[in-house]
T-cell receptor
Framework: GQNIDQPTEMTATEGAIVQINCTYQ??????LFWYQQHAGEAPTFLSY??LDGLEEKGRFSSFLSRSKGYSYLLLKELQMKDSASYLC??????????WGAGTKLIIKP | TAGITQAPTSQILAAGRSMTLRCTQD?????MYWYRQDLGLGLRLIHY???????GKGEVPDGYSVSRANTDDFPLTLASAVPSQTSVYFC???????????FGPGTRLTVL
């Protein structure tokens, strides 16, 4: 079967750095996405990785290792507005997205 | 630009009744998707459409139907609602299957 695993919840301090991990087992791989979802709102696109390595976009970076079936999202200089759920999704061989259950990130002052 | 709109925002529905959830996008995206999101689970694909006039089944299609008569609209119909269809429903679109998906604001449906 297909499976995406992420921690259910993480807590971090404002101004700090946090890394959210995602491991996957899917039928085929055509890219990995990270989305942010604030409570009661729609998911919004953060990043996309299809090749191994690090993609940096401002305070957010995403890393991919295809051989290990592993990705992480790194958030730097945490702000209170970063409190949200972070969703990992893998595009499979049918070009459909398989989604993890999301990691709820709680930021404390 | 409105992006993607969904209607209604929320709805309480009696079991056995039918209902259509509406989704409209103004980005001229070819691909559109319907997902349901339940607590503790990832988004699950119900149906999708890669282009106007075509539709396909996702992971959890039973009890749902869709149509794609034009590029902009992608309605989702529940023919006879059951309590297990209580969920938050998101419509999404993308400019091709290789691009990121953009999501509508969601419809919160409760079936009693």
């Amino acid at each position: 079967g297909q499976n995406i695993d992420q921690p259910t919840e993480m807590t971090a301090t404002e101004g700090a750095i946090v890394q959210i991990n995602c491991t996957y087992q899917t039928s085929g791989f055509n890219g990995l996405f990270w989305y942010q979802q604030h409570a009661g709102e729609a998911p919004t696109f953060l990043s996309y990785n299809v090749l191994d390595g690090l993609e940096e976009k401002g305070r957010f970076s995403s890393f991919l290792s295809r051989s290990k079936g592993y990705s992480y999202l790194l958030l730097k200089e945490l702000q209170m507005k970063d409190s949200a759920s972070y969703l990992c999704a893998v595009r499979d061989s049918n070009y459909q997205l398989i989604w993890g259950a999301g990691t709820k990130l709680i930021i404390k002052p | 630009t409105a992006g993607i709109t969904q209607a209604p925002t929320s709805q309480i529905l009696a079991a056995g009744r039918s209902m259509t959830l509406r989704c409209t996008q103004d980005m001229r995206h070819n691909a559109m998707y319907w997902y349901r999101q339940d607590l503790g689970l990832g988004l699950r694909l119900i149906h999708y459409s890669n282009t106007a006039g075509t539709t396909g089944k996702g992971e959890v299609p039973d009890g749902y139907s869709v149509s794609r008569a034009n590029t902009d609209d992608f309605p989702l119909t529940l023919a006879s609602a059951v309590p297990s269809q209580t969920s938050v429903y998101f419509c999404a679109s993308s400019d091709g299957t290789e691009r990121e998906q953009f999501f509508g604001p969601g419809t919160r449906l409760t079936v009693l």
